[in-house]
């Protein structure tokens, strides 16, 4: 069989995958995530367990059906999640009001059905790759996110791994009374936490 010939002027770019058609007829994969404690950090005086609708984070379609409140695996995921691209967009550089004003909790939450599309099969069934599920343009995730709060397996999260570190993170939807199953441990304000002292060190960050 002769071999398809690549065109002479191929595209920069990749395809984008939106949700198919067809999605709410997919038996995608429901995950049982066994009941643990997760991490948040979050704005001092902002309770810990606070589900939101806001445009620019990944999850969060803001026509969706569900608020969405975002955990981590630790607490060092956590602050790449919050701090990442402060260390990136400049020379590991934070700002020391916006490091001073956020603090880090606890949350243990109970086993959960949720999508995890870090796994193979589930995202062959959904029909869409890591690169969209990542994709700067949040509406692409979002897309995702709302196809998977309206499909009829009622998921209550999405598990998927951070765009920094390969450990994972939940999306939890506000849905089934969700909040009052959520239990929050206010561990400090960041200037307080021998944890985050020693991520910082390890970026060699300064705060100013």
Known sequence: MPRKLMPSNPSPSRAVWR?????SQRPIPVTRQPQRAWFRVHRIGQPAVFFGRFPHHRFSPPNGPFAVLYVAA??????WEYFGDDVFRGQRVISAAK???CGVSRIVVPELKVCAVGLERTRETM???KASLM????????????ALQNHPSAFEAIKYPSRFL????LAIFD????????HAQELGPLDKLDAAATWLDERYAALV
Request: glycine content about 10%; aromatic content about 8%; some cysteine.
């Open 74 to 79: 630790s607490i060092q995921t956590c602050l």
């Open 135 to 146: 994709s700067p343009n949040l509406s692409i995730p979002q897309a995702w996110s709302l």
């Open 175 to 182: 849905r089934g009374g969700m909040p009052a199953k959520l």
């Open 127 to 129: 029909g869409v790759d």
């Open 19 to 23: 949700p198919p058609a067809d999605f």
């Open 99 to 101: 490091w001073a004003g």
């Open 166 to 169: 390969d450990q994972p993170c």
